[in-house]
């Protein structure tokens, strides 16, 4: 009977064991890096998503990793993974804790850098990842509703330097990069609004439906239906020229007379720290593919990005340049 | 209206095809089994099927997600009935009095109650949606911060009449459930408050970890210290016990009709979802039904109202999603980001322009309900046999499955070690007899509140006179009021009767 | 035991008050700050817990503690910690079938059947139907 027991319990092991093979097996495979060569992976990538599903970087991801397999770029699949909350401080810590792990990588996003900036995060975000390239620009814009008082970006401005705090500015989270767009008009023309934030733009974009707020920061993709349907006003754009389609009646700050005010919000991949340079190499490389193919360029399109390449070591000096200006107009904000 | 009515006739002779009705079956099939595994709900399901879907036409594959997101309303009833682990958060509520039936020995008329309802519930839904849709997401519309802060203040005022016999273990639950709440990001300024270095505390504590610790592991350890010691004495199940009296049936239609009409009008709300809608609707009935005072000890009109609140709720969230292309919950914005990636621009034409799209989406949705009940019925005989499994060797798998379901909403064993942590606390809760579902009442509406209170201040710099800024403020004010000084008015009033 | 937890939550309520007040603010640029709810709960767990405290106090009931509670978090917390060494669908699988042999004294087929069987389901339905990345522990390195 003993005899019997342990002999099932080690069947059992074995039995286990294969489970848990099995469950690595799609992941295994030769790993060619050893063979010389250039770097492929060697297992699943997993595509952190520093977001809840639905959103914006959620979208990127599963846009990219549709594109990479439809197209066949790669040999093994791009997974990916939500790793949400604390304004993305969960998923680039994940990212900090996988430091070296050359199959792993994140959906990146300037407003979670801008975050690890000014929100009190322990790290910077080059402490946490490095960039590979940044692949869009997605430009955010001001939107009105149609049917209210402000057609037009100069009598919204107008109206908000005459009554200082009482125009309702909707925005998604404090700092972030809509909360710089919002000091930039308060300190370079002088417009006080009152920012309101939401959980999340598309919760602004509903406030915004509903009356509730005079003035949006929306991104294109987040407003379009809106837009199309002539309910919202795209009324002027924070990106340094006009956008396409239906967002080009909406002049530029420059245009008007502010050139100061600028930003641009820009999408990417980022990799871990400690990721040979093979590897980087590949991811980057991946990313000028993955623009290339025609899925992906139709995403970009529906969603009026402005295509952009920005490779390994532009990318990041690119990124950490513009999350400094912001941080800087943070410092002078909380200064006062 | 009578347009509406052709136009969902049209979209009835187009969803007769194959395609939709295969989609709408593996929906809802797959639908009612995950809401029944504790921990993964619509969400986890949604964001699963959908990279799936990119092959299918458009109205295929939103009618598959869409049937998926009903009928896991459905299926979570079926654990929370059975084992006391909600299989979804919409279905905690239906646990409370769920469970206690299935405790005497009618785990059976639970669940018929509870399949019922959801179907009564899911058809006022859709009813609602199909005639005045576009109505009513202009009203929802109207719904501000000022006024959901309100909202918000008036359901947790009723936090009173969930506290049981004890009001400061009662309190103190609530307590509790604040303290877990403000963990995390706080909802005023973005900062991070409470999180002693953790990254998995920057998120705030998961919602679904803790339900299922505080339902599912300490529902293990009850198994494991009951036994031997017989307090649950075996249930002889028998099949004829699932159907319901008539006396019954038309003691639940009225509990149905307004939950379900409660519930249709939070789905429509923007942020609000089956969740909240569940917990609205189970306070409510509690407050205004006749046998009100034994909700939680077991009674089918608890299981009623949450469970046709839910399914409502599901069907309402579908207004602002076609009308306007907001979302109104978190699955309802993952469906949202499905329509950008099937090539449809969600927002207010759609409904216009492709009334090819939307019209056999909503004939899916009679369609899948009807599938669902009679999924869920069939289901009845077989799902029951998880009862009369021995509590010995019930309460190893119920952990095994409490386990992989807390580590799967975050993919982070951060989760399982919590999931336990409070599974273990919320057994001592529980023989302190301090009841659970203040804390639950308190972590789900608190967060809220504060975030639209700040809102709302955020508009007028401080100036609270935009609580009053209109008639929808006024009447919450009078409604949290009325509630407020109701009971105490009751007590004099007896106190008065038995005097004289 | 009923003396336990209210001396627990009064520390940590006045902890989140002292934050609440002094790091993350009760009304802050013109609005209820991040602190506002805190010290709202820190000051309902203190009242309650005080009040607790008084009543566990006076009552004489004593508290009886199951050991078969202390058993089961352990053995719980072992199969958790082998999650690391084996991965999850393995460490639960045993979990199940050690548990069911030795604790419950369940006939050894039985318990090796519900064991393999739980592990098949959890694999098939997480790890195959829905994607999860499950841990695999240790093992899964090699």
């Given amino acids: ?336 | 209206m009578f347009e509406n009515l052709s136009l969902l006739f049209f979209g009835f002779i187009n969803v007769f095809t194959f395609d939709s009705i295969a989609a709408c079956l593996f929906g809802t099939v797959a639908g009612v089994f995950i809401g029944a595994m504790p921990g993964i709900g619509a969400l986890t399901g949604v964001s699963v099927l959908l990279p799936l879907t990119f092959a299918m036409n458009p109205t295929a594959a939103i009618i598959m997600l869409a049937a998926l997101y009903y009928s896991t309303m459905y299926g979570g009833s079926i654990s929370a009935v059975l084992l006391n682990i909600p299989g979804d958060t919409p279905a905690i509520c239906t646990a409370l009095d769920g469970y206690k039936l299935t405790e005497k020995g009618l785990p059976g008329k639970a669940l018929t109650t509870c399949f019922m309802s959801s179907f009564i519930g899911g058809t006022i839904g859709m009813l609602i949606l199909t005639m005045s849709g576009p109505f009513l997401a202009q009203v929802g519309l109207k719904f501000g911060s000022p006024e959901l802060a309100l909202l918000i203040l008036l359901a947790m005022t009723s936090i009173g009449w969930l506290l049981g016999d004890d009001v400061i273990c009662g309190l103190f639950a609530t307590a509790l459930g604040l303290l877990f709440a403000t963990i995390g990001t706080d909802q005023a300024a973005g900062y991070l408050r409470f999180h002693f270095g953790l990254p998995n505390l920057m998120a705030g504590i998961s919602f679904v970890p803790l339900v299922i610790g505080i339902f599912g592991f300490s529902q293990v350890i009850e198994l494991v210290t009951q036994r031997g010691s017989g307090e649950r004495p075996k249930i002889k199940i028998k099949l004829r016990d699932m159907y319901l009296s008539w006396a019954e049936i038309k003691r639940l239609l009225p509990v149905q009709l307004r939950s379900g009409f409660m519930g249709t009008f939070v789905g429509v709300m923007p942020g609000a979802g089956g969740t909240s809608a569940s917990f609205i609707s189970y306070i409510f009935e509690r407050r205004v039904n006749k046998l009100g005072d034994s909700f939680g000890t077991g009674v089918i009109e608890g299981c009623a109202a949450p469970e046709s609140a839910n399914n409502a709720a599901a069907a309402g969230a579908f207004a602002p999603l076609l009308t306007f292309g907001i979302p109104g919950s978190s699955t309802t914005a993952l469906l949202l980001g499905g329509l950008m990636m099937w090539g449809l621009q969600p927002g207010p034409l759609l409904f216009t322009e492709k009334p090819e799209f939307v019209w056999p989406l909503i004939a899916s949705f009679y369609l899948g309900n009807i599938i669902c009940l009679l999924v869920c019925f069939a289901a009845i005989p077989l799902v029951l046999k998880a009862v009369s499994v021995s509590n010995a060797v019930l309460a190893p798998v119920i952990f095994a499955i409490c386990v992989v379901a807390a580590y799967t909403t975050n993919n982070s064993m951060f989760d399982v070690f919590f999931m336990m942590g409070t599974g273990v606390f919320s057994y001592f809760l529980k023989i302190s007899k301090v009841p659970s579902a203040p804390l639950l009442l308190a972590f789900v509406l608190s967060p809220m509140l504060e975030k639209y209170v700040r809102q709302s201040f955020d508009m007028t710099r401080g100036d609270p006179s935009i609580f009053v800024r209109g008639g929808i403020c006024w009447a919450f004010i009078l409604l949290i009021f009325g509630f407020c000084i109701a009971p105490v008015v009751v007590k004099r009033v007896k106190a008065l009767r038995t005097k004289t | 035991m009923n003396k336990v937890a209210p001396l627990v939550c009064i520390p940590v309520g006045l902890y989140w008050i002292i934050m609440g007040i002094s790091k993350y603010g009760l009304w802050i640029s013109d609005g209820p700050g991040g602190g506002l709810f805190p010290v709202l709960c820190g000051l309902l767990l203190i009242g309650c817990g005080s009040v607790l405290l008084c009543r566990a106090a006076k009552s004489k009931e004593k508290f009886f503690f199951d050991r078969r509670v202390f058993q089961l978090v352990a053995s719980a917390l072992a199969a958790v910690l082998g999650i690391y060494l084996i991965g999850m669908i393995p460490a639960l699988g045993i979990f199940i079938l050690l548990w069911l042999r030795f604790f419950e004294k369940q006939p050894l087929v039985k318990s090796l059947a519900i064991g393999a069987g739980m592990a098949l389901f959890l694999f098939l339905v997480f790890g195959i139907a829905l994607k999860v990345p499950l841990p695999l522990g240790l093992l899964g390195r090699i």
């Fill in chain 1, 1 to 336: 009977m003993k005899k019997f027991f342990l002999l099932s319990l080690g069947m059992f092991f074995l039995c286990g064991l294969s489970l848990s093979f099995a469950g690595g097996g799609a992941e295994g495979g030769s790993s060619s890096s050893a063979q010389g060569g250039p770097w492929v992976p060697s297992k699943d990538i997993e595509y952190i998503i520093p977001a809840s599903p639905g959103g914006g970087s959620d979208l990127w991801a599963r846009a990219m990793s549709n594109a990479i397999a439809a197209n066949k770029l790669s040999t093994v699949t791009w997974v990916p993974t939500n790793r949400a909350g604390g304004a993305s401080a969960v998923g680039y810590n994940y990212m900090l804790s996988q430091k070296g792990n050359e199959h792993v990588i994140l959906a990146a996003h300037s407003g979670a850098m801008v975050s690890s900036y000014v929100a009190g995060w322990a790290q910077k975000f080059e402490d946490m990842v490095e960039m590979i390239c940044i692949l869009a620009f997605d430009d955010v814009t001001l939107c009105t509703l149609t049917t209210g008082p402000y057609k037009d970006i100069k009598s919204l401005l107008k109206a908000a330097q005459d009554k200082p705090g009482t125009l309702k500015f909707g925005s998604d989270q404090r700092l972030n990069s809509s909360q710089y767009a919002y000091e930039m008009l308060k300190k370079y023309a002088k417009a006080d609004f009152n920012y309101v934030q939401y959980d999340s733009s598309g919760d602004a974009a509903t406030a915004l439906l509903g009356g509730h707020v005079d003035v949006a920061i929306l991104n294109p993709a987040e407003c379009l239906g809106q837009v199309n349907a002539g309910t919202f006003t795209p009324v002027a754009t924070f990106a340094t020229e006009r956008l396409s389609g239906k967002f080009s009646g909406a002049p530029t700050f420059a245009e008007i007379g502010y050139p100061q005010i600028v930003l641009r919000e820009f999408r990417g991949i980022s990799a871990t720290l400690g990721m040979s340079e093979g590897a980087k190499k590949y991811y980057e490389e991946m990313g000028r593919k993955v623009q290339q193919t025609p899925e992906f360029k139709k995403y970009l399109e529906t969603n009026s990005f402005t295509p952009v390449f920005m490779g390994l070591g532009e990318s990041q000096k690119y990124a950490s340049a513009e999350m400094q200006k912001i941080a800087d107009l943070f410092k002078e904000v909380t200064k006062k």
